[in-house]
T-cell receptor, first 113, second 116 residues
Framework: AQSVTQLGSHVSVSEGALVLLRCNYS??????LFWYVQYPNQGLQLLLK??????LVKGINGFEAEFKKSETSFHLTKPSAHMSDAAEYFC???????????FGTGTKLQVIP | GAGVSQSPSNKVTEKGKDVELRCDPI?????LYWYRQRLGQGLEFLIY????????KSGLPSDRFSAERTGESVSTLTIQRTQQEDSAVYLC??????????????FGPGTRLTVL
């Protein structure tokens, strides 16, 4: 079985501040981990993903995430928030042999000017 | 190239009616996924197709829900005898599925279903 927990359904940060969105997963096989973003009135798009290899992955728009197996975490960070980062962010997990991708419940990021 | 398209974009129906939702994946994408997103909630996996085969249908919420796919092309999600709790945005995504589920999913804009 696999599951994803996103801590905090809403996160607010000031413009220019660090963005940290938390994701913990459970998987019985080596996981594939994803962050997707849904901007207002737009469809979901991939921010970044981890499958194998380097545990620090970089995505679009300055975001990055680090796979920490010992902590079963895949937190999303960005050093300096921009107003255009306001969106809903979804963490997701899958793995070889699974028949689906499991998404978390999402975290809405608000950026305060 | 063209992305994933879904139709209709909005559907309002009366309780008890049947509805059919359509998804056109990106050409060449083997995998196709259906999700449901209720207001204020995350994505709920419904079903995935590998080609025209659905290895696992356990995500479908009830026997009122069914889905089909023609080859590696169009998919339809049918909801029979709709209920108010079926109101949601139904999202479709496709991917290459070249390595398990490691491939990026490309999402369509969704169909917003409202059951009165």
């Amino acid at each position: 079985a696999q599951s994803v927990t996103q801590l905090g359904s809403h996160v607010s940060v000031s413009e220019g501040a660090l963005v940290l969105l938390r994701c913990n997963y459970s998987s019985s096989v080596p996981p594939y981990l994803f962050w997707y973003v849904q901007y207002p009135n737009q469809g979901l798009q991939l921010l970044l993903k981890y499958t194998t290899g380097a545990t620090l992955v970089k995505g679009i728009n300055g975001f990055e995430a680090e796979f920490k197996k010992s902590e079963t975490s895949f937190h999303l960070t960005k050093p300096s928030a921009h107003m255009s980062d306001a969106a809903e962010y979804f963490c997701a997990v899958s793995g070889w042999g699974y028949q689906k991708v499991t998404f978390g419940t999402g975290t809405k990021l608000q950026v305060i000017p | 190239g063209a992305g994933v398209s879904q139709s209709p974009s909005n559907k309002v129906t009366e309780k008890g009616k049947d509805v059919e939702l359509r998804c056109d994946p990106i050409s060449g994408h083997t995998a196709l996924y259906w999700y449901r997103q209720r207001l204020g909630q995350g994505l709920e996996f419904l079903i995935y197709f590998q080609g025209n085969s659905a290895p696992d249908k356990s995500g479908l919420p009830s026997d009122r829900f069914s889905a089909e796919r023609t080859g590696e092309s169009v998919s339809t999600l049918t909801i029979q005898r709709t209920q108010q709790e079926d109101s949601a945005v139904y999202l479709c995504a496709s991917s290459l599925l070249s390595g398990g589920h490691a491939d990026t999913q490309y999402f369509g804009p969704g169909t917003r279903l409202t059951v009165l």
